[in-house]
């Protein structure tokens, strides 16, 4: 679903990616060229330490990591989408770590 608005520049003019390889991790969506990653996690990911694991490699890497949930993708798809884009164009900044959201800006502390 998230897809469906992301690809051919959809989004704003945003050029997005699916499954981008970073090391040996890869990410549900990128934005290359904004070095944002975009994952959408089920209830699986819940606490897993592998995810920060992730986080910190792709943020060490240059890029800017936002995790949604999979159920606020498909109840919220239009707030969702207007989270990248205030993050694409730098009018969210910091990191964020809510229940439904969170934004770890590249450079930014890790946990």
Not at 23 to 47: M, P, T, W
Not at 80 to 106: C, M, N, Q, Y
Request: proline residues 2%.
């Amino acid at each position: 679903m998230l897809w469906a608005e992301l690809r051919g520049r959809r989004l704003n003019g945003y050029k997005f990616v699916r499954q981008f390889p970073i090391g040996r991790y890869f990410a549900d969506f990128a934005c290359r060229d904004d070095h944002l990653i975009v994952e959408v996690d089920g209830s699986q990911h819940a606490n897993r330490s592998s995810d920060s694991i992730r986080d910190m490699y792709m943020v060490a890497n240059g890029w800017s990591v936002v995790r949604f949930w999979n159920t606020h993708v498909l109840q919220e798809c239009e707030t969702v989408l207007e989270t990248i884009v205030a993050i694409l164009e730098k009018r969210l900044t910091g990191e964020v770590r809510t229940s439904d959201l969170t934004f770890i800006p590249a450079g930014e502390s890790h946990d």
